[in-house]
């Protein structure tokens, strides 16, 4: 299964007067897991959309585990959630660069719809993109 | 039971490229939420801090059920959950002014730590005003 | 002249790791400020873009006197510069309230653009709007 | 005369409404131009705060020229003002990955101030920081 793993570093703007991270800020780096994941799979997202396809949030969700620091490097792994169907769902971890346990795992959950907004059933090659990432053996 | 309800509009800055709120700052409503509902309980986050009592965030989830547009007027309900002991638990529904469904709801919770970053017991001034929020028949 | 003032108060996502507000922050005041000018005047920036008007930045300044602080209310007064034709300028200044002296100032510089993104001679209705703020004794 | 650049890539989280970034943001990559142009000299913001030295923004300016556009790649690339003595100034220019011209010039300008948020002078190291970053020939 492919495990993509994106790596950002925390800027003050991330942080918030407590000295850590602002937790709203961690879901921006799970979107930018969303962005490298799908192109580790030979696509962006950016494309996805110019083929009228978009995938709104429907549901966000993050467990804080150990706080982030200015100035660390995270890695942030993306997976996708295999069981679910009409629509994704991501599974995220972010590691502070060097660790073994996690700093933080969350996930989101995407509808798919038209230019319209409007719900569509996720067309064909999306559906071939997420089948390439659970069976690949990368 | 205390239910407060701050209001906020919706600015550029809220939004994204899809035209509608980008999914990381309904969490900047909930906070605002959670220091509206403290300051109607005749104390303010900032207060709390001062004591020495801190309530950093350890999970935080929101789903988004109608998209939130440019100029919208929200109205951010925050209500405490009674049942969580040995930490802080709020619960959020994100209305557009007027409407009777939410366009979101969602919860984040609490550890209590001291100025230490420890985890304390949430001490009595703190419990008092829970007991308050849900006792109260406002 | 009319100076329109907005309030805002100051949360910890504004805040970051050096205990006061993260200066980008305070560009999204001068986007309330100028959103609360518009709406002093009658009408709102919403019904100017439904109009098939824009006004995207083209410069933003800010000076940073004074350091803001979480939970601080900010007034954020908002005039028009009169000097500037074929587009708008917005000054600013923040105050803490109840203080005399600002302790931020700035300004944003807007082009006049249609729907197509392409520029267009701010409409007649601007331009009243704009005279109506100069010359009222408001 | 070291002039760093630095890449990131515009995520949704960063556009606004209007389908481009948001003006706000900028100010965040002039802060990853800031971030990176320390590290390029061998050191980092985060070392220089450790040794009880703070450079708080007194000053900011952005002028934008060209939309960003969501994926778009970015070089942030950051010079020292060496004309300025007592704090710093930085100049900045954003550009699209392979265009020539830039998409956004700027400048912050910086004060030097100790732990207790007093001003002093820039330490010696500081000053050898920047003599090296305006006369190395890289």
Redesign the interface.
Known sequence: MIKHSAEC?V???D??????V????Y??WF??GR?EFFRALGT???EITEKGV?L?????????IK?L???DILLVETKIDGRVKGGMKFDFRIFVKGDETPSATGF?RHACVGDD?KIIRPPKFLLDLVKNSLFSDK
Chains 1, 2, 3, 4 share one sequence.
């Not at 602002?22 to 800020?25: I, K």
């Open positions: 570093r800027i003050y703007g942080t918030d007067g407590f000295g850590i602002y937790h709203a800020n879901f921006r979107e930018i962005a962006s997202y950016k978009h709104p949030i429907s549901e966000a969700y993050c467990k804080f706080a620091k200015y100035d989101t907004k």
